[in-house]
């Protein structure tokens, strides 16, 4: 992704001052660093944390589309809101994803009235993938819990409780992603899918959030960006 991101910022006329790479931590300290307008963080669960926190000892605004790390997450709410940082999260920021998100909402939306259906979730990957379910699915889970009465929780795999939305992780090959939703009654089965057929899409995201958030404050997200508020 970082390779990807490089290329799109330099085609869409930026200039990249900094990387920084695994065992290359001293360079949050430089001034090529300090000099950023944003830093655009793709790493792991396990690093992105102190990722952002050396980032913000610098105040250079954040865009990151790590996932498995949101337990922390009040953390750096609190860094936005107290200390005047600038965080910009996306679980994905593919943009079809992102209207992917509003239709599943709306979808769930829909589907309270008819209980007859019920819901499921399947996502897959590429081998390579650290978390599951994947940050993408979890979202999309929020999006179907918070407007679907009849299911209060997600569960990874099967679940054989009425009430847990059940997510399906697989990982296979070099897949860069695949996310559907089923609803399924005796009568008929209704899904929605989004399969990304590249890499491409998510840099292209991630770049477009950065120039968005150049100049900003706070918490952002995507439907900041793309004005998905409902």
Known sequence: MGHEIEKTARQRGHEIVCTIDINENDKFDSPEFVSADVAIEFTSPESALQNYRKAFAANVPVVSGTTGWLEHLNEIKAACENDGQTFFYASNFSLGVNIFFALN????????????????????????????????????????????????????????????????????????????????????????????????????????????TKGKKGFLGMEDMLNLHP
């Open 105 to 212: 909402s709306y979808l769930a939306k829909i589907m309270n009235q008819f209980p007859d259906y019920d819901v499921r979730m399947e996502e897959t990957h590429h081998i390579h993938k650290l978390d599951a379910p994947s940050g993408t699915a979890i979202t999309l889970a929020e999006g179907i819990l918070g407007n679907l009465d009849r299911k209060k929780v997600w569960s990874l795999n099967k679940s054989d409780h009425k009430n847990e939305l059940e997510i399906t992780a697989f990982r296979k090959g070099e897949v860069p992603g695949i996310h559907t939703v089923i609803y399924e009654s005796e009568a008929d089965s209704i899904r929605i899918t989004h399969d990304a057929k590249s890499r491409k899409g998510f840099a292209l995201g991630a770049v477009l959030a950065a120039e968005f």
